[in-house]
């Protein structure tokens, strides 16, 4: 029993662990996080942003930015990225729809720690973000249930087979289930879920009455044709609509995750739920001083400039990496090629272990990758695809990288 906690003194969430992309002497192809050279501008943006917002709260609103927020966020703040996410995805966001968060991790637990009854049933793609599941484990009585998940989506089949024979009448919460989805540029296949996926899990979640909780952080690093949001396909007015797709976005991927910023857009019979819930209640709005401050970062079109830096930089990091994949990784192995997002997910012929050949990477390449297996809801299978992020280092380190992963693949599978 440990009487004492020791202090580690970290600086950053890698630090001290096997992710660490800080380290120099390993090139971490796993970790979805912004690097260093995409985050430099904004200490000066912020600082900016920060002196705008500071000397507006002191002149004009009594300094209330240091006070409890409102439950939604201020109508300000949520007006700002309302009108700039409606302009990015050319559909409706309305800001009297949005709750500020500090992230979409706290969005999702927020959401399952009010709308689903704890007796309840989570649905999730086998494979999926493995952050995810860890969330929903620590509600040790829900239910997880893993769906196939084919090129274009999740399976409409095995969805509906899945939710048809769990579904039960919950007394104590909104829903008995949640299907949790990541439907553009996925975690971690980086698959686009196709227009007909997208209508299907719409009239499944109507006929059956689960919720859609769209993990949404990826929507506007779209590197081709720009999608549609599966929010969009609940349409309002449809006769049967009753409101079952809760979208769930982040700044992290766009501005930085040290900022903790992020937001719930929901439907009208939902969000009543939320703004009254005890956290709500207890602490008004997620957090109301970084998002003044972000809010004036759009104010002033500084939020906008660092996103677009962020937004090429991704592009071209995902292009240049897949392209020495399709042409450097052995014929035997498939490649899904992203329109979008951070992710590339590799499979390895069926014989193979990846786990075997991480080992067998690290030794001679000293490139580091997750294993499907942790993206697996049993945590079993997956052995046969890794996952790749583009997002951390520059171009250069990507496509050497990707050149001597390759190299080590090669050398691997013809020694096995």
């Not at 440990?2 to 003194?9: I, Y």
């Not at 919460?173 to 996925?186: A, L, R």
């Not at 009239?203 to 969009?232: H, M, W």
């Not at 990846?354 to 080992?359: D, I, P, T, V, Y």
Request: proline fraction near 4%; hydrophobic fraction near 35%; aromatic fraction near 12%.
């Amino acid at each position: 029993m440990l009487k004492s906690n020791q202090e580690r003194k970290l600086k950053h969430l890698f630090d001290g662990g096997d992710w660490n992309v800080y380290e120099p002497n390993i090139l971490k192809l796993g970790v979805g996080a912004p690097g260093t050279d995409i985050m430099t501008a904004n200490c000066d943006y912020f600082r900016t942003a920060t002196d705008h917002c500071l000397e507006r709260e002191k002149r004009e609103n009594q300094s209330l930015i240091f006070q409890y927020g409102p439950p939604s966020g201020t109508f300000e703040v949520r007006r700002e990225i309302s009108a700039y996410f409606t302009e990015m995805f050319q559909s409706p966001v309305h800001c009297e729809d949005l709750i500020i968060t500090t992230g979409a991790t706290q969005g999702f637990h927020l959401i399952l720690s009010t709308m689903l009854d704890f007796e309840g049933f989570v649905f999730v793609e086998e494979y999926t973000f493995m952050v995810a599941l860890d969330i929903i484990k620590h509600f040790s009585t829900l239910t997880i249930v893993p769906v196939k998940l084919n090129d274009d989506g999740v399976d409409l089949r095995d969805l509906e087979e899945q939710v048809s024979k769990r579904r039960f009448q919950s007394k104590k919460k909104e829903f008995w289930g949640i299907y949790y989805t990541i439907p553009n540029y996925h975690n971690p296949t980086g698959i686009l879920f196709s227009p007909e996926v997208c209508r299907g899990i719409v009239q499944l979640a109507r006929k059956y009455d689960f919720l859609v909780v769209c993990d949404d952080v990826y929507n506007i690093l779209s590197y081709g044709e720009k999608p549609t949001r599966l929010l969009s396909y609940d349409d309002r007015k449809d006769a049967d609509f009753a409101g079952h797709v809760i979208s769930n976005g982040s700044f992290s991927k766009i501005l930085g995750p040290g900022v903790r910023l992020g937001w719930l857009e929901l439907p009208p019979r939902l969000k009543p739920i939320l703004d009254n819930c005890g956290f709500a209640n207890s602490s008004g709005c997620f957090n109301n001083y970084t998002s003044g401050i972000v809010g004036s970062l759009f104010e002033l079109k500084l939020a906008q400039k660092q996103i677009a830096f962020v937004y090429e930089a991704y592009k071209e990091r995902m292009l240049a990496t897949t392209q020495v994949l399709r042409d450097e990784l052995p014929a035997c192995c498939k490649l899904v090629s992203p329109s979008g997002g951070y992710f590339i997910w590799v499979r390895i012929p069926d014989q193979l272990d990846c786990r075997e050949f991480l080992k067998y990477c690290l030794e001679n390449q000293k490139i580091y990758f997750i294993v499907g297996t942790r993206f697996s809801a049993g945590g079993q299978s997956g052995k046969q695809f890794f996952r790749l992020s583009i997002a951390f280092y520059p171009k250069e380190k990507l496509v050497d990288g990707a050149r001597r992963l390759c190299n080590a693949l090669k050398d691997y599978i013809s020694q096995h």
